[in-house]
């Protein structure tokens, strides 16, 4: 049954999950607990200083109220408790999004919790990534449909040495040159951003949002369709020797209906896994190329953190990436089976 | 599998790779990048870019975001080339009391911009007293430099930059033939000494200056009051206006040099990536196959949990929080690489398992270790080879990426880098593409060599095993 299986593999991500975010806690967490530390003392230091405006106290009263606020906080924190159980507090606070505090980026709101900070960037980079894989899809779909028709010949070939060219290509590098060459040589596109300074407001927004995407999307495209054409064009290929389109042909059926009513249904479940997955090694594989951008994604969010040390958004930023790629892997699964029938109506696997 | 075994497979899968072209391509660029390696000293003009890429004092001499030398073909206005020359005529002139030296230099200028600064090297030891005058090619004197005491020691060069050293005469020189009414509004800070040196002595020589070709003629006037003090060798730099073959970047290091010493770490970065996740793949999956039951089960649940993890997120804070050397990271990315070959690789090894020589050795009574590592992997080897080769530009990329962050290994000297003090001073804004361009150029090329090579090998391999 769909259900069951659909069950059955949803668990198996939160499973994944939850064991990866446990060793991460347990990898990070000598510097997550000093970042702690610090930020303690931090706020122990400025409520002294707010009781010190209000009335003088003796230095030993300093002392007392410093070393008592530090033992609550530390408390409060589980710095107390064994290595252990610190870690596995450690593990269900990031499972529960609760991500601490920044060091010192803020959300658009000016907030400084870590989960608000990353999640407001979430949808953007979702945005970017749903619209290029789209656009990828169709070209890839259509032109990997005209190499299969005619297997080695120029387009077959020309368009499969372009793959290999743009196979070790980091999409980054492909990034700067199109901003050195459509912003600042013929200055056709904004060089970064996601929307101009003032925003504009209503549908104007969104074109501008558009606009600004243009040069992202063009350098994710540009990156991604050799690829998936060059999948497409396998499977396709590999369907189009099967006996049921020999007969297809040999009924008489036109080509237009053995191509795109028979070949591609067949096609579909591993042209849609192809673009998927090559969607999520873009997400695990360039993602920072938000950063040359400034797109303020995920990915810029990195640049972001790692650039002002700041520990707490960049284990944040981790985890719900890892989330997303986990759901990502979860959703793929959930599609192919439901396009596969063979795991639809539950037959024996 | 014997030795004559091997090489009779090899010579057979010789003979059909031959016939791929795309693979015989990348084996050219393969043995192209090789040769960038093995001859490094003899290609760069900087050969010691690798160890001192990040050393100030090894690059003064050079000008600052220069293009290439070979831009000069595709402009009309020609701008002086960066060279060194170390033919400089030493003569020793008798003198009752110290040592007094003449050092005559020429530099033959045919190009249309001055350069940036030309700088005189002088080597020896003892305190000096240095005077240096020019004489330009229609036979006018100038004075750069009036008798300025100089330290030399060993192992320290003494610089003498017409540019920081001789800016208040080379503005005498400019005002005296140029008009009182466009000096005035000048200072010393305003001018660059070369370009006033290298033009004609006319009305103009300090706003709108002609370049005056020829041979111009240096003397360096070296004085030393002790017996003691030698003058061993002097020789001149000039920073052009444009520079190597591949320019250079703000911090005044050649690029080209940068990319050719990069070109070894690429190569053993993706190598060494590449062995060691295929080797883990591999055995991984081979075991997984060979083992079965449980043991199958779990291997499968851990192999998927790391099928889910993004590898260059985890990557990118493991070296902002640990900040590993390049081994490190290395053997980090081989940790999370390993999982590529090893579906492949287990349903493969789940067909040699049922083989008849696999159960004929098994009854001759090997372990199994014998039968994993004598009988099972062997066969793997064609395979390993063709995913190795599609590993390679995803290690160099991802190497790349973090040093793009600025979390590279900052004691050696990568593309990544390059490309990160570009991105970080702006070359991009600039329009210095000599400084964008080729190192990410030489990441997709030597991306593509593999490619080609990883996907002519798949041509051959794919799917079919070859068993015996």
Do not use: C
Not at chain 2, 155 to 178: M, P, Q, Y
Not at chain 2, 230 to 245: H, I, K, N, Q
Not at chain 2, 433 to 455: D, E, K, N, R
């Amino acid at each position: 049954m769909y259900w069951k299986y659909a069950v059955r593999r949803i668990l198996n991500g939160i499973l994944s999950y939850i064991i990866i975010i446990f060793i991460l806690s347990a990898l990070f967490n000598t510097v997550m607990e000093e970042t702690a530390r610090t930020q303690i003392e931090e706020t122990v230091r400025g409520e002294l200083m707010g009781i010190q405006q209000a009335r003088q106290m003796t230095a030993e009263e300093i002392q007392n109220y410093y070393r008592e606020r530090l033992d609550f906080f530390g408390k409060q924190y589980m710095l107390d408790r064994p290595v252990f159980e610190r870690i596995l507090f450690r593990t269900w606070n990031t499972l529960t999004f609760r991500f601490g505090r920044s060091t010192s980026i803020r959300s658009a709101q000016g907030e400084r919790d870590v989960f608000t900070i990353v999640w407001e960037v979430v949808p953007r980079t979702v945005s970017l990534f749903t619209v290029a894989m789209a656009i990828n899809i169709m070209i890839g779909l259509w032109l990997g449909i005209r190499k299969a028709r005619k297997p080695g010949k120029t387009l077959d070939k020309s368009t499969s040495i372009a793959t290999m060219i743009v196979f070790g290509m980091p999409a980054w590098w492909l990034g700067m040159m199109l901003i050195m060459l459509f912003s600042y040589t013929l200055r056709l596109f904004p060089s970064g951003g996601m929307v101009s300074t003032p925003p504009p407001t209503g549908i104007h927004y969104f074109l501008d949002m558009l606009y600004h995407m243009a040069l992202p999307l063009m350098t994710l495209v540009l990156i991604g369709f050799w690829g998936s054409a060059f999948l497409t064009r396998n499977i396709v290929l590999s369907i189009l020797q099967e006996d049921f389109i020999m007969s297809a042909r040999a009924r008489g059926l036109p080509e237009r209906k053995v191509m795109y009513g028979h070949t591609l249904r067949t096609a579909a479940p591993p042209v849609v896994t192809m673009a998927l997955l090559s969607l999520l090694a873009t997400v695990a594989g360039s993602i920072i190329f938000e950063g040359i951008f400034s797109w303020p994604g995920l990915g810029n969010l990195y640049w972001v953190a790692v650039s002002q040390n700041d520990i707490p958004v960049l284990m944040g930023n981790l985890s719900l990436t890892v989330g997303l790629y986990i759901s990502g892997l979860v959703i793929l699964d959930l599609i192919y089976g439901f396009l596969d029938p063979r795991i639809k109506v539950g037959g024996r696997r | 599998m014997t030795f004559k075994d091997m090489r009779r497979g090899l010579g057979e899968f010789w003979s059909e790779f031959r016939k791929v072209k795309s693979g015989i391509v990348g084996l050219v660029l393969f043995a192209f990048f090789l040769i960038l390696v093995i001859f490094e000293p003899l290609l760069v003009p900087f050969p010691e870019a690798s160890s001192r890429w990040n050393d100030m004092a090894y690059w003064q001499d050079n000008p600052s975001g220069v293009p290439p030398a070979w831009m000069n073909a595709f402009t009309d206005q020609k701008r002086a080339i960066s060279v060194r020359d170390e033919n400089a005529h030493i003569t020793e002139n008798e003198i009752t009391r110290g040592r007094m030296y003449e050092v005559v230099y020429s530099y033959d200028y045919q190009y249309d911009v001055a350069p940036r600064d030309m700088i005189f090297h002088l080597v020896g030891d003892g305190t000096a007293q240095v005077m240096l005058t020019m004489t330009s090619p229609d036979g006018i004197n100038v004075i750069l430099m009036r008798s300025t005491t100089v330290r030399l020691s060993e192992g320290i060069n003494v610089r003498l930059s017409l540019d920081n050293d001789t800016r208040d005469n080379a503005f005498r020189f400019g005002t005296t033939h140029e008009d009182r009414a466009v000096s005035g509004r000048l200072t010393q800070q305003l001018i660059r000494p070369t370009d006033v040196y290298f033009s004609k002595a006319q009305f103009g020589i300090m706003n709108r200056p002609e370049a005056l070709k020829g041979t111009y003629t240096f003397t360096a006037q070296v004085f030393f009051s002790s017996d003691q003090s030698r003058l061993d060798e002097s020789f001149y730099v000039v920073a052009g206006r444009v520079s190597g073959f591949l320019g250079t970047d703000i911090r005044k290091r050649d690029i080209w040099s940068g990319i050719v010493a990069g070109t070894k770490w690429a190569l053993l970065i993706g190598m060494l990536t590449a062995l060691m996740a295929v080797g883990i793949g591999v055995i991984y999956g081979v075991m997984g196959a060979y083992l079965g039951g449980w043991k199958d089960a779990l291997m499968q649940r851990i192999f998927e949990i790391f099928l889910s993890i993004p590898i260059l997120p985890i990557l990118i804070v493991l070296s902002a929080v640990f900040r590993p050397s390049i081994w490190i990271l290395i053997l980090l990315m081989s940790m999370f690489f390993w999982t590529g070959p090893v579906k492949t690789v287990r349903s493969i090894g789940l067909q040699i398992k049922e083989e008849t020589f696999i159960e004929a050795s098994k009854a001759l009574g090997a372990s199994s270790w014998r039968l994993i590592f004598k009988h099972m992997i062997p066969l793997l080897i064609p395979y390993s080879f063709a995913s190795m080769a599609l590993y390679i530009p995803q290690a160099i990329v991802f190497e790349a990426s973090v040093s793009l962050l600025g979390l590279g290994d900052r004691t050696i000297v990568t593309w990544g880098q390059i490309l990160q003090d570009a991105w970080r001073s702006g070359a991009v804004l600039n329009s210095q593409w000599w400084w964008v361009v080729p190192p990410g150029m030489f990441v997709a090329i030597m991306g593509m060599t593999f490619a080609f090579i990883g996907f002519a090998m798949d041509k051959i391999l794919h799917p079919k095993l070859r068993t015996r």
